[in-house]
């Protein structure tokens, strides 16, 4: 009815109806007509038209515009069996159609339900991948080196571990709680207990390594990492032992290499040129003053070699790092550490040990370096020996055919005998400056040797250890061993109550001014009396060698009782500053001077 009423009004509201176009109004009633069949539709211009009401079967629609009606006639029910047969097919109608209409409802909701039941399955099916996915992920682990997993509260006591017990062979109701830490080695039982200890309070992430009892009694290097997920700690145990064991091995391997360099007195050293940085390792007592930091710079360790070596070291080092040349050697001084002074020889010896694998450019060079200073001092020691000994030798030479020349060949035993013993006596002190390094001789050694003819006891030599220098020991074994031949022959040594004493010292403070004083003084022999007439060799080799080799004074005198000799030398030209054997001169200070 709606739909008709609306229809009849847009009919008669058209804008295109006028009263003159009755075939356009024809049109119209067809049309609409068309569009409910069995309804009969007319318009109506008649006075009585516009009196015109709707009733059950009529609906009425007025159209000012033509000044008409538009009338549709509803068929109407007739009370017959059709009709009652119409009102039950209707009523079967309306039933069918809410059956189908519930069906259709129906269907609506079981296709929600299939759909709903469809996505639950999918994203079940999703969960079992993601759970397979995590189980593979974790036999991954445990293929890599993973040996369990394990879960544990928000306070960190264990609740489960996969794994542990083909491990530690330990229950796993023994390892909840705190039970696992009784696996544990003792030495880390302390230190993995205040780790996490502390990583439960902070809830930061665990990272300890720490060794466990295997289920065969061996203990086992691990690493356990742990981190907090809501209310629980989650981790896993991997395997670290072959790693501990290789860093365990290279330690004792650097260990041994230390105490073996440090037993050979030795300094390893590497390089990098392309960071420029190095590191040394080397004693504690090492008396060079070379980097000490863990890593320096090539000009850090150049600073320390002598200004004259640089150039040398530096230039061979670059022959090596060009590859110009394949090792590295070079002996060059180094600044000794404070408070010493001075420079100590150091040789150093090296290779290339790593390249860049693409350019071959040298990345580091290791090597090792070693103190050679005594091995320098010694050969310089030795090319002043050879020119002392050669020395030496002209000088006894010219000594002996002094004495051959000078000595009385009236009487030829009595010449053999001087002649004998003045040589002797230069043997005596060469064999003494050999001993000590041809670099001087202990004026007492030289002394007791010397007067080693006299009779026992019967001198007496007093004086502080004193190094005489190695071109005044041949004059001054002369000196004496005249002095002692004079006494044996005419003095204090001839009578066996005669008495010598030999006193020296050192006056005046140090320097050019300082003398060495000699005092000869004989007693309890024959009298005695100045000579007269002509010199005797003895006393013309006293002065020659006293005044005319050391540039000293030679005081003689005769009283009755004993010669008396006093000698004055400049401690310059005699005295030395070697360091000539000092335990030798301590003991001999020890057992203090011979007594009469």
């Known amino acids: 009815m709606a739909r008709l009423e609306a229809g009849l009004r847009a009919l008669a509201e058209s804008p295109t109806l006028t009263p003159d176009d009755r075939a356009g109004l024809e049109r119209g009633i067809q049309e609409l007509a068309s569009q409910f069949p069995g309804i009969a539709i007319h318009f109506d211009r008649t006075p009585q038209a516009a009196g015109q009401q709707n009733g059950p079967a009529r609906l009425v629609v007025w159209a000012p515009a033509v000044a008409g009606a538009f009338t549709a006639e509803l068929p109407q029910d007739r009370p017959s069996a059709a009709g009652a047969f119409g009102r039950l097919g209707l009523t079967v109608a309306l039933l069918l159609g809410l059956g189908l209409g ?6 609506w909701w079981a296709d929600r339900l299939c759909r709903a039941h469809a996505t639950v399955e999918a994203e079940r099916d999703q969960a079992l991948t993601r759970l397979d996915e995590t189980e593979r992920r974790r036999q991954a682990l445990s293929q890599a080196g993973s040996l369990m997993l394990w879960r544990g509260d928000a306070e960190g006591r264990v609740l489960e571990a996969e794994g542990w017990a083909t491990l530690t062979g330990q229950a796993e109701a023994a390892l909840r709680g705190d039970g696992w830490l009784d696996m544990l080695h003792p030495a880390d039982q302390a230190r993995t207990t205040h780790a996490w200890a502390g990583a439960r309070r902070s809830g930061e992430p665990i990272d300890i390594e720490f060794r466990l009892r295997t289920a065969a009694g061996a203990w086992h290097w691990v690493r356990c990492r742990a981190v907090r ?52 390792i080397s004693r504690t007592d090492e008396a060079v003053d070379a980097p000490t930091a863990p890593s320096f710079t090539l000009t850090d360790w150049v600073d320390a070699v002598h200004p004259e070596d640089r150039m040398q070291v530096l230039a061979r080092l670059q022959e090596v790092i060009a590859g110009e040349a394949g090792d590295f050697a070079a002996e060059f001084r180094v600044r000794r550490r404070l408070p010493a002074e001075g420079w100590s020889w150091v040789a150093s010896q090296g290779a290339v040990t790593q390249r860049d694998p693409v350019s071959g450019r040298v990345v580091r060079l290791s090597g090792i370096s070693r103190d050679v200073s005594e091995r320098r001092e010694a050969e310089q020691r030795r090319i002043l020996l050879a020119r002392e000994v050669d020395h030496r030798a002209k000088n006894v030479l010219a000594v002996v055919q002094s004495v051959l020349r000078l000595t009385r060949r009236d009487q030829p035993e009595s010449y053999m005998a001087a002649v004998e013993a003045r040589v002797a006596a230069l043997a005596r002190a060469h064999t003494l400056l050999a001993e000590e390094g041809w670099v001087g ?37 002369m000196v004496l061993h005249e002095l002692a031949t004079n006494a044996a022959r005419h003095g204090a040594a001839s009578v066996p109550e005669g008495r010598i004493s030999l006193t020296w010292r050192l006056e005046g403070p140090a320097g050019p001014e300082q003398q060495l004083r000699l005092d000869w003084i004989e007693r309890g022999g024959p009298r005695v009396k100045e000579p007269g007439g002509r010199r005797g060799f003895g006393t013309r080799m006293l002065e020659a060698v006293l005044r005319g080799q050391l540039g000293g004074a030679l005081a003689l005198h005769w009283p009755p009782e004993g010669l008396e000799c006093r000698i004055s030398l400049p401690a310059t030209r005699v005295v030395s500053t070697e360091n000539l054997g000092p335990l030798r001169r301590a003991a001999r200070a020890q057992a203090g001077p011979a007594s009469p």
């Open 102 to 107: 519930l069906a259709a409802w129906l269907g």
């Open 229 to 280: 997920a809501g209310s629980e700690w989650v981790g896993l145990v991997e395997d670290v032992h072959e790693r501990r064991q290789a860093l365990t091995e290279l330690a004792e391997r650097q260990e041994k290499l230390r105490l073996a360099v440090a037993a050979a007195r030795l300094t390893s050293w590497e390089y990098d040129p392309v960071a420029d940085r190095g590191t040394r």
């Open 441 to 477: 001789a202990d004026f007492g050694m030289l002394a007791e040797r010397e007067l080693a003819l006299c009779p026992p006891g019967s001198t007496r030599l007093e004086g502080p250890p004193l190094a005489i220098a190695a071109g005044a020991v041949q004059p001054l074994a």
